[in-house]
C-alpha cells in the first residue's frame, strides 16, 4: 500500500492509533454539545421570520410596532333547529362567554348577540371570538384550560353544537400528534436499523457501532444546532430533517468504512493494515460524498426563505458531524474492537452468510446489463422517463387546516364555521402603519375598505379591527372566499391586494399597508420558492459538476452524474404526484388527498436526494476508478466495482428506505409525502440507477468515461482507492466471509 496517505487515510491512521483520546473527545464533544444545547435552548422562528413577500413586510410592521399578534380562536354555536335568538340558543352563548371570562388567558371576547357580523345569514350558528393572552407561537401551551371550559358548556348544552376552533386549538391539536408520531418513529428507527444491520453483517458489533455513530451524532448536532438557533432562527422541520439526514448518512458512512475493511481483512491483510486500506479509500469516498451531501444542502440557503436557511443550517451541522465521527470515532473503534467487530456472528445466520463473497442476484442482474448496455440503458431510461412524467401536472399548495387527518375533532369545527361563514378561519389581514391610525382620514379609509371589500362579492364578515396602544398599527382581519388555499381563496386576494387596497388605504398620505395571514402567506411562500428554484438548482448542479470534474479528473463523469440523479429525483417526483396528488393511494397510506403536493417539498426533495444519492455515485464510483487506476479495462472494472460496491449500497439502501418509510405511518400529510417522496427515490436510486443505468452507461462509454480537456489538466489531483499489494493468505479468511 501507498505510503503516502490521503487526508482520510491520515486521519483514520492517528484515530487508530490513538484510539483512547478519539473515542474521549468524541463522548466529551457530543456530552459538551448536548450541554450546550440544553443550556442555550431552541430559539423558533418567529412568524415575521419564517413569512416571505408582502407577508413578510406585514409580519415585520407587526412585530416592529410592538403589536404583539395574538392566537384568535372562535367558539362556534350552533343548531339544527334553533336560531341565535331563541332563549335556548342565547343561553348557550351567555354560558360560552361567561366560561372565556373566567379564563386568565382569554381576552378581547366579543360575543354575537352584540354582532350581526359573528351571526350566519341562516341565523343558526354564532360566533364567539377571543384572543389568547401572549404571543401567537406561545398559545398552543395555554388553550388546553380554555378548551375544557369550553367543553363543560358543550356538556350542559347537548341539544347544540359547541366547539372551538383557531390557530391556538389547531396547533395544540397538530403538536400532540406529531410530537407522538415523532416519538414512535424515533423508537422504531433504530431498531429497524439495527435488525437490518444485524441481517447483514452477522454481527452484533458490526451492526451496533453504525446505529451507536449515527444516533450520537444526531445528539450531538442537535445540541449544536440550538446553539446555532439564536443566530439562525430554528424551524419546526429542523428537528425531523436532522433525525432523517443523521441516521441516513451516519449508517451509510460507517457501512462504507467497515465493508471495506473487511473485504481487505479477507484478503489476508493484518487488522491495522485493512483498516487503514479502509481509512484510504472508502474514507475517501466518505469525505468526498459529505462535501458533496453538504455543497446540496447549501443550496437551500439561496431559496430566500428563512425557513429553508434553517433546515439547510441544521442538515449542514449534522453531515459534518458525521463526518467527523466517521474519519475520527469510527477508525479509533475499529481498531479497538479488531477482528471482534466481525466475529461476533448470529448462529443461525452463520452458515448462510458464510457461503458466498458475492451477492449472486447483483452478478446476475450485472451480467445481463453489461451483456447488453445499450438495451438495459434504453429501457432503464424509458421507466424512469415514465415514471417522471406525472411531474408535468404537479400542483404545490401549502396546508390548511381541511388537510389535518380527519379524526381531529378540529377538522369537522373547521367545516361547520367554513359552510356558516366562507372564509372565516383564513381571513386577510390587512396591516395599515401610520403616525396615528386613530386619525379621522384613517378611520374613513378603513370603513372604505370594509365596504369595498364586502361590496367584491370576495370577501364576507365577520370583519374585524385591532389596533395597537401607540395607535400606530391597526389591523383589519377580512375573511376570504374559499378554503384559504384554493383558487377561489387566491382570486379573492388578488382583488383585495390589486383593487380594494388600492382604492381605499393604500391612497392614504403616510400609510404603510401590507397583507398577511393564511392566504398571503401561502401565495407569497410560494411565489418566492418557484422564483428562486431555478437559481438553486443551477448552484447544485453546477457545483456538484465541479466536484466531480476534480475528483474524478472527468468531464463525462459529472454529466452522467447529474443527469442520472436528476433523473432519479424526477421519477421520484412522479409517483409522489400519482400517489397523493392523483389519490393513488389514499386507503393503503391512510390520507386524504387534497389534489396537491405540499409547495416546499420538491424543492427539498431535490436537494436532500441529490446529496444522498451522490453518496453512493462517489462510493461505486470511487472503487472503479480505483481498479481502473490498477490497470483494469473499464468494462471490467465497472463489473468488478459495483460488484464489490452491490451488497453495502444494498445494505445503506435498504437502512435508508425503513427509516424514511417510517415517516409515511405518521398522521399529518406533509409528513406523508415527505418520507414517501425519500424513501421511492431512495429505492429507484439504488436499483434502476446504480444496478442498470451506471454500468450500462458506463460500459457503453469505455474509456470516454475518463475523459478531460486538455485545458483542465492543471486540476489538481485527489488521491483515490488505491490498488491494494497481493494478499497475504491467512485462517482468518473462512470466518470472515462476507455477510451481504
Known amino acids: 500500500m501507498s505510503a503516502k496517505l490521503n487526508i482520510a487515510g491520515r486521519a483514520g491512521r492517528w484515530s487508530a492509533e490513538h484510539w483512547k483520546t478519539a473515542l474521549l473527545g468524541w463522548f466529551a464533544f457530543v456530552a459538551l454539545a448536548i450541554a450546550m444545547g440544553h443550556f442555550a435552548g431552541l430559539k423558533k422562528q418567529t412568524q415575521a421570520q419564517a413569512a416571505t413577500g408582502g407577508s413578510a413586510k406585514a409580519e415585520q410592521i407587526l412585530a416592529a410596532a410592538g403589536f404583539q399578534t395574538p392566537a384568535s380562536e372562535t367558539v362556534l354555536v350552533q343548531s339544527k333547529t334553533l336560531t341565535a335568538s331563541a332563549p335556548g340558543f342565547r343561553a348557550a352563548v351567555d354560558d360560552v362567554v361567561a366560561a372565556l371570562k373566567r379564563q386568565p388567558n382569554a381576552y378581547e371576547i366579543r360575543s354575537p348577540l352584540a354582532n350581526r ?31 375544557d371550559s369550553i367543553a363543560k358548556v358543550q356538556a350542559g348544552h347537548p341539544s347544540l353544537y359547541v366547539a372551538d ?29 439495527l435488525v437490518i444491520l444485524l441481517i447483514a453483517f452477522g454481527s452484533f458489533i458490526a451492526a451496533g457501532v453504525p446505529v451507536l455513530l449515527a444516533f450520537s451524532g444526531v445528539l450531538a448536532a442537535t445540541g449544536l444546532g440550538a446553539v446555532v438557533s439564536h443566530l439562525v432562527p430554528a424551524g419546526d422541520a429542523d428537528k425531523s430533517v436532522v433525525l432523517l439526514i443523521g441516521m441516513a448518512v451516519g449508517v451509510d458512512y460507517s457501512l462504507f468504512y467497515i465493508r471495506r475493511a473487511r473485504e481487505e481483512r479477507q484478503k489476508g491483510l493484518s487488522s491495522r493494515e485493512a483498516l487503514l486500506a479502509a481509512a484510504s479509500t472508502s474514507g475517501q469516498a466518505v469525505l468526498i460524498s459529505g462535501v458533496t451531501v453538504m455543497i446540496a444542502m447549501a443550496g437551500m440557503l439561496l431559496t430566500g ?47 448462510r452468510l458464510e457461503k458466498t463473497s458475492e451477492p449472486r442476484a447483483w452478478s446476475w442482474v450485472l451480467g ?21 412524467l406525472p411531474t408535468l401536472t404537479l400542483h404545490t ?3 390548511s387546516y381541511t388537510d389535518l387527518p380527519r379524526s381531529f375533532p378540529i377538522v369537522a369545527t373547521y367545516e361547520r364555521v367554513q359552510q356558516a361563514f366562507p372564509g372565516a378561519q383564513a381571513p386577510a389581514e390587512v396591516v395599515i402603519k401610520a403616525n396615528d391610525v386613530t386619525a379621522p382620514s384613517i378611520r374613513q379609509g378603513i370603513v372604505a375598505l370594509e365596504h369595498r371589500a364586502l361590496a367584491t362579492g370576495q370577501m364576507s ?7 395597537n396602544s401607540n395607535h400606530t398599527v391597526a389591523t383589519v382581519s377580512i375573511p376570504l372566499a374559499g378554503t384559504g388555499t384554493d383558487a377561489t381563496s387566491q382570486a379573492a386576494l388578488k382583488t383585495l391586494r390589486s383593487r380594494v387596497i388600492p382604492a381605499t388605504v393604500g391612497k392614504l398620505a403616510g400609510a404603510n399597508v401590507a397583507v398577511t395571514g393564511m392566504t398571503a402567506g401561502t401565495n407569497d411562500f410560494s411565489a418566492t420558492v418557484k422564483s428562486h428554484m431555478p437559481l438553486v438548482f443551477g448552484f447544485v ?105 452491490a451488497s453495502v449500497v444494498t445494505i445503506a ?15 399529518t400529510l406533509d409528513v406523508k409525502q415527505m418520507g414517501f417522496g425519500l424513501a421511492v427515490a431512495i429505492l429507484i436510486d439504488a436499483t434502476l440507477i446504480r444496478a442498470v443505468l451506471l454500468p450500462a452507461t458506463m460500459k457503453l462509454l469505455g474509456d470516454w468515461n475518463w475523459y478531460l480537456p486538455r485545458w483542465l489538466e492543471w486540476l489538481p489531483q485527489l488521491q483515490h482507492e488505491q490498488r491494494q499489494p497481493a494478499p497475504r493468505r491467512t485462517r482468518l479468511e473462512p470466518a470472515l466471509e462476507p455477510s451481504a
Not at 121 to 147: C, F, N, T
Not at 165 to 193: I, R, Y
Not at 461 to 467: A, K, R, T
Not at 541 to 557: D, G, N, Q
Open 461 to 467: 364578515e365577520p370583519i374585524d379591527l385591532m389596533i
Open 653 to 667: 439502501a435498504i437502512v435508508m428506505v425503513g427509516v424514511f418509510g417510517m415517516f409515511v405511518t405518521l398522521r
Open 305 to 351: 426563505s428563512t425557513v429553508f436557511t434553517s433546515i439547510a443550517i441544521a442538515s449542514m451541522i449534522m453531515v459534518a458531524v458525521a463526518l467527523v465521527g466517521s474519519l475520527t470515532v469510527l477508525p479509533a473503534l475499529m481498531a479497538r474492537s479488531g477482528d471482534k467487530l466481525y466475529r461476533s456472528r448470529i448462529p443461525f445466520l452463520r452458515k
Open 165 to 193: 376552533f383557531g390557530m391556538a386549538s389547531s396547533m395544540h391539536a397538530v403538536n400532540d400528534t406529531v410530537a407522538n408520531d415523532f416519538q414512535k418513529a424515533e423508537m422504531f428507527s433504530l431498531p429497524l436499523t
Open 117 to 147: 357580523g359573528q351571526i350566519s345569514k341562516d341565523g343558526r350558528s354564532a360566533l364567539v371570538l377571543y384572543e389568547v393572552r401572549g404571543r401567537m407561537e406561545d398559545a398552543s401551551k395555554k388553550i388546553q384550560p380554555i378548551l
Open 541 to 645: 448542479l453546477l457545483l456538484v459538476f465541479c466536484l466531480m470534474t476534480v475528483t474524478f479528473r472527468s468531464i463525462v463523469i459529472p454529466i452522467k452524474a447529474v443527469m442520472l440523479n436528476l433523473l432519479s429525483v424526477g421519477a421520484a417526483y412522479g409517483v409522489l404526484v400519482e400517489v397523493f396528488q392523483h389519490r393513488w393511494a389514499e386507503n393503503l397510506l391512510g390520507f386524504h388527498s387534497n389534489g396537491a403536493i405540499v409547495t416546499w417539498l420538491p424543492l427539498f426533495l431535490f436537494v436532500i436526494l441529490f446529496g444522498l444519492s451522490m453518496d453512493y455515485h462517489v462510493f461505486i464510483l470511487s472503487r472503479v476508478k480505483e481498479l481502473v487506476d490498477g490497470g483494469m479495462e473499464t468494462g471490467e472494472a465497472v463489473e468488478e466495482g459495483i460488484k464489490h460496491t
Open 368 to 388: 445481463h446489463v453489461l451483456s447488453r448496455p445499450a438495451l438495459s440503458a434504453a429501457l432503464a431510461a424509458g421507466a424512469l422517463i415514465a415514471l417522471a
Open 397 to 399: 399548495q401549502l396546508l
